[in-house]
Each structure stands twice: as structure tokens, then as C-alpha cells.
């Protein structure tokens, strides 16, 4: 068979095949009666980078790295998903964010990369948010109708790819990297129109909901309180990230115009998609080919007051995952999987040998028999903090443990600044440790060591799915707890120390 897969960017699951009543995606939605959709698929990060690392790879994310590393970069060998199938015989060729652009693609994976085009066209409108701070949290691109957005492009190079430039001796496995709705929000005028602002309800918190036990503010504070020693220290002037980033004070119509902006992008991405199935049914290849269709991982819409993504939190780690599978019946699955399990999944499906080196598992079992099970937990390293999650059937358990710890704050340095100019900001002299600048190709951090403070948070996701109240501290959870946290130490391979209650 062939095989199709796309990735969305920042895709949570306000999808009306997931139940989002405000979501204009139809053909998701008819794509989604086609396939089996799995209700609870989580990803390994908590952003772009490290997700797609595990996904193409495999590999747990203690393995590819939790934060923006180059792991292809120093693992040129690593066999991939995609090099795996172009070794068994496809033709393999990708459009888009695939990878997080082109940094860590391995040597071995593409016989063809089709290039992406953005327009420039002088009648699109682009968009900073701020909050009133003034601090960005998103933009957006407004695009007229006849502009095509950066995700129709890519549709139509598929469409291309299908009618003129496969190789018809072969199979293809095809990756589709959709940027929306990453930011900035890209859509034309006739997505918006589709949410209209009055329409759009606010973000709300419900009455008891415990507070995060790693506030955004924490960084900033453990570097101030450790490494920053001179009075007046402001953490806003090296832009590391405050409560005023992720606790947001937005007025209620810039909630509402971010929100629709976020949607309006979905939808536009939702025609796009639709372009892509068409050009399936055209051709004639429907029904040999298998379509994956999935994110990176979630978004926050005033979770919280957050407008970002970074934490453990079930709006960012739980990610639409859908499949149609040619000979296999629609149904729904209850069952967990992750987005490691992609290709032992689709290696499976097109009946190719088990990876090697994947260390997820195939969900292709699950997908035949939807009412089973599947496995008892998937697991999650975010960015912020060094936490873990574990989530499984009933729960999800959150950890950060105590212990030394590398803070990382980005600077904002020119390329070819001198460390000098960091001076009248950090008194160099006191830091416990060495400080490192690393260039990651957009912005250069600064390393320090530090001590990290521990906490733990709790969940019941039957009764509170959104993680709100967090029984963390009810004693009556303790074997829950334990239970948990030997997940944690199982699975990762430095010990998680038990958390004491903050």
C-alpha cells in the first residue's frame, strides 16, 4: 500500500470530529467517518522539535532529547520512518513541516523534497497579539481569498506529486507537514467569516481548580533568585518567559479575535486537507493508500490564562490521531497510543517488517479491534521544568523532580554579539557554574546550573479530562501515587525521585 501521512502543527482537538461544537471542519469530519479515530493519543513533548524527533524516529523522547536538540545531527545513522520504507521499496518524498524545516531530516530519508511558498502578496495583513503588558502572544496572517495560504500551496503540490512526478513502478510514502495552525494563524477572509467573534465563546476556569505547581513564572524566578544578584534585576530583560507571557491579561475581544484566528486557520487548513483527498479519489489511489493524519502536539486558548503550548497539560499532549486504513471498518478507540507508535504502525499496515530500532509499539491490532485496550500508559517529557507525565487509563501523573538542574533562558543577542554585552545585565562573577552561549539557528540561550524545585500534580481524567483540580495532596491517593511514580521510574532512565507535596 501506499502511504500518506500528515501532520498538523499545533493542532489540539477542537475538531467536530473530536466534539468541538465551534469547529468548521468538514472535511476532517468526513475523513474521520472514514477511519478509525483514536480518542486518546498523546505526544512526547510539549513542542515541535522533540515530537517530531520521536515521531520520525521512534524513539522515546529521554532518547531524542526533550528540548530543540540536533539529534539526526549527531546520530546520522539513526535509521527513520521514512528511510525505512525508501530501503523497502517506495518512492519517498515530502512538502512542509515534516521535521521542524529542514535541521534534523536524516541523510538516507528523501528522494524528493518539494519546495513550500509563502506569498507575500502586499494585500496580507499581518497581525502581532500582545497582552496588556505588551507582550506577544501570537500573530496572525489575514489573506484575501485569492492569495493562497502556504498550506493550499502544499496541497496542490501533492496534487501535482500524485498526477506528474510519482513513480507509478513503486509505492509512495508521502509526508505532509501542514504549518496552520501554527502561528502566525494563516487563513483567508472566507475562514473568518466562518466564526463570527460574537459567536466565539471565552475561555473559562472553572470555580476550585488547584493552581499549576510550575507557574510560568518559575523560571525566571530560579534563574533571578540564583544567578541574577544585582538589585532591580528584571528576568523581562533577557525575555524570559513571566507570569505576564502565559498568565496573560487579554481583554475579552482579543481573547475572541485569537481564538477565531486559531479556527479560522484550522479551517482553512480543513480545505486544504480536502484538496488532498480529492486528488486521492481522482487518481484512483484511494483505495490502496493508507492516510495518517495527526499533530505535533496540542495549543493552549486561555487554558489557565495561557496562549502557548510548553506544559503538561492534556490540551497540549493529547493530539487528534486518525487513520484510514483501505479494508478496515470506521470505528472509535478508546485505547491509549502516542505518537511513537506512528511508524511501527504504519510499517505494520503496509506490511513491512517490525523497525528495529522503534521503541513504540504498533496500534494496527487496535485499529481492527477498536474495543480493546490497547497499552496501559503513554509517557511525556515537557520543555519547562525537566517534568515527566505519565498518563494512563484513569490518570495522569505529573513530576518534576528535586534536584541539580541546566536553566536555560534564551537572550536576545544579534548573531556575533560578544558574551560582553550580557554584562550590564549579569554579574558573571557570581554564578555558581560556567555559563555557555548556544546558537540553536534562531535565537542564542544562556546555560546555567541551577537547583530545581520538586512538585507532583494528579489528575483524574474520567471525572476532570481537562486537568483542573489536582489530588496531588489528598492522602487517600497514595497508593495511586506510588503507582504512578514507579511508572515514571520504569520508563525513564535516571530515577524520578518521589516528589515531596509543595
Known amino acids: ?68 536538540s540536533d539529534y539526526m545531527d549527531a546520530h546520522p545513522e539513526q535509521m527513520t520512518m521514512p528511510r525505512w520504507f525508501r530501503e523497502h521499496g517506495y518512492q519517498t518524498a515530502k512538502v512542509g513541516k515534516v521535521e521542524h524545516g529542514h535541521e534534523y531530516a536524516g541523510p538516507k530519508d528523501w528522494e524528493q523534497v518539494l519546495p513550500v511558498q509563502w506569498s507575500h502578496d502586499k494585500r496580507i495583513i499581518a497581525r502581532t497579539f500582545t497582552d496588556s503588558t505588551g507582550k506577544n502572544i501570537g500573530s496572525s496572517r489575514y489573506l484575501p481569498d485569492d492569495v493562497p495560504t502556504a498550506d493550499q500551496v502544499m496541497a496542490a503540490s501533492f496534487k501535482r506529486f500524485i498526477t506528474s512526478e510519482r513513480d507509478t513502478q513503486r509505492p509512495f510514502f508521502f509526508a505532509l507537514g501542514f504549518y496552520a495552525p501554527h502561528t502566525p494563524y494563516e487563513s483567508q477572509s472566507r475562514h473568518r467569516d466562518q466564526h463570527p467573534l460574537d459567536a466565539i465563546p471565552l475561555p473559562k476556569t472553572p470555580a476550585g481548580t488547584t493552581p499549576m505547581t510550575k507557574p510560568a513564572s518559575y523560571q525566571a ?54 484538496e488532498v483527498m480529492e486528488t486521492l479519489e481522482t487518481s484512483g489511489l484511494a483505495s490502496n493508500t493508507i492516510v495518517l493524519f495527526t499533530s505535533d502536539q496540542g495549543f493552549f486558548l486561555g487554558y489557565r490564562g495561557m496562549w502557548c503550548k510548553h506544559y503538561l497539560y492534556p490540551d497540549v499532549l493529547q493530539v487528534p490521531m486518525l ?41 494496527a491490532s487496535l485499529a481492527r479491534q477498536p474495543t480493546s485496550l490497547g497499552k496501559t500508559a503513554a ?43 550580557l554584562d550590564p545585565i549579569i554579574d558573571l562573577s557570581r554564578l ?46 497514595t497508593e495511586s501515587i506510588a503507582a504512578h511514580t514507579a511508572l515514571l521510574n520504569a520508563y525513564f532512565p535516571a530515577p524520578v525521585p518521589t516528589a515531596q507535596t509543595p
Open 432 to 477: 555558581k557554574d560556567t555559563i555557555t552561549i548556544r546558537l540553536d539557528g534562531h535565537q542564542r540561550w544562556i546555560d546555567v546550573d541551577g537547583w530545581r524545585e520538586s512538585s507532583r500534580e494528579l489528575y483524574d481524567l474520567r471525572q476532570d479530562p481537562r486537568a483542573w483540580h489536582d489530588l496531588a495532596g489528598d492522602p487517600a491517593q
Open 379 to 421: 509517557f511525556a517529557e515537557g520543555i519547562m521544568f525537566g517534568g515527566h507525565a505519565v498518563i494512563t487509563r484513569d490518570h495522569l501523573f505529573l513530576q518534576w523532580a528535586e534536584g541539580p538542574a541546566r536553566i536555560r533562558a534564551p537572550v536576545g543577542l544579534a548573531r556575533g554579539k560578544s558574551l560582553k554585552v
Open 221 to 274: 524566578r530560579m534563574i533571578e533568585r540564583l544567578h541574577m544578584p544585582k538589585p532591580g534585576f528584571d528576568p523581562a530583560s533577557l525575555g524570559i518567559d513571566d507570569p505576564k507571557t502565559y498568565n496573560a491579561t487579554v481583554s475579552a475581544e482579543l481573547q475572541r479575535t485569537i481564538i477565531r484566528d486559531y479556527d479560522a486557520s484550522v479551517t482553512m487548513l480543513d480545505e486544504a486537507l480536502a
Open 1 to 68: 500500500m501506499n502511504v500518506l501521512l500528515i501532520i498538523a502543527d499545533d493542532l489540539n482537538t477542537r475538531l467536530g470530529c473530536y466534539g468541538e461544537s465551534q469547529a468548521r471542519t468538514p472535511a476532517l469530519d468526513r475523513f474521520a467517518a472514514q477511519s478509525v479515530v483514536f480518542d486518546r493519543c498523546y505526544a512526547p513533548s510539549t513542542v515541535c522539535t522533540p515530537s517530531r524527533k520521536a515521531l520520525l524516529t521512534g524513539l522515546a523522547i529521554h532518547t531524542v532529547g526533550a528540548d530543540n
Open 323 to 363: 487513520v484510514r486504513i483501505p479494508g478496515v471498518q470506521p470505528a472509535r478507540s478508546s485505547g491509549i497510543v502516542e505518537l511513537i507508535d506512528t511508524w511501527p504502525t504504519l510499517s505494520e499496515l503496509a506490511g513491512l517488517p517490525k523497525p528495529p530500532s522503534a521503541a513504540g509499539s504498533s496500534f
